[in-house]
């Protein structure tokens, strides 16, 4: 067990509709990451968050946000939603923002669009 | 910008075969590099790690070593176990204003035998 909590582990919905994914870090860790994986892009980098702050942002669509909260659990929404985003999203945690910083993943959510 | 290469899979072996995988990255900097494996259903687990140049992380049986003058990552395992059936993941940190974000290969399935 990573300590990194998401729910819910699945969700089906059908496109169009907006879903929030949401994560619960590791007790003490002050940064949050986002990633997706499919099968056609690989694990992509969406966006991280920093004790409440945005600090950096990858591939993520215009459609998507994020926000970590002052507790420091972090939820992704995902809107007008399409058949492509069908995918595994992965939350991660770690103390530290350097180099050698080590992320601990959640088990992830599996998103379905119909 | 960063980016992480592994070789193609899928892997398959006999029980007690050596292991490689194979891993290159191009990266601007000093990066710090990392084994990730995904068991089937579940979310990613750090393998091993290294964070400057000829820097060898180990675990579990599973050795890479940092070569900065060839620029790979490439992991290895003696003598491998059903139980490491999994996809596996070289990913880089950058470091810098990279905030400790990953950036992935694309995961080589590994399929054991007995």
């Known amino acids: 067990d990573s300590g990194v909590t998401q729910t819910p582990k699945h969700l089906i919905t059908a496109t169009g509709q907006r879903v929030t994914l949401r994560c619960s870090p590791r007790?003490?860790?002050?940064?949050v990451y986002w990633y997706q994986q499919s099968l056609d892009q690989g694990l992509q980098f969406l966006i991280q968050?920093?004790?409440?702050?945005?600090?950096a942002k990858g591939n993520i669509l215009e459609r998507f946000s994020a926000q970590q909260f002052p507790d420091l659990h972090s939820e992704l929404n995902l809107s007008s939603l399409e058949l492509g985003d069908s995918a595994l999203y992965f939350c991660?945690?770690?103390?530290?923002?350097?180099?050698?910083?080590?992320?601990?993943f959640g088990q992830g959510t599996r998103l379905t669009v119909v | 910008g960063d980016s992480v290469t592994q070789m193609e899979g899928p892997v398959t072996l006999s029980e007690e075969a050596f292991l490689t995988i194979n891993c290159t990255y191009t990266?601007?900097?000093?990066?710090?590099l990392f084994w990730y494996v995904q068991y089937p259903g579940e979310g990613l687990q750090l393998l091993l790690k290294?964070?400057?140049?000829?820097d060898k992380g180990s675990n579990k049986g599973f050795e890479a070593t940092y070569r900065k003058e060839t620029t790979s990552f490439h992991l290895e395992k003696g003598s491998v176990q059903v139980s490491d059936s999994a996809v596996y993941f070289c990913?880089?940190?950058?470091?810098?204003?990279?905030?400790?974000?990953?950036?992935f290969g694309q995961g080589t399935i590994l399929t054991v035998h007995p």
């Open positions: 991660a945690s770690s103390a530290a923002v350097g180099a050698y910083t080590e992320a601990f």
């Open positions: 007790s003490g860790d002050l940064s």
């Open positions: 968050y920093y004790n409440g702050e945005e600090r």
């Open positions: 990266a601007t900097g000093y990066p710090s």
């Open positions: 290294a964070t400057k140049a000829d």
């Open positions: 990913a880089l940190n950058a470091g810098g204003t990279s905030y400790g974000k990953l950036t």
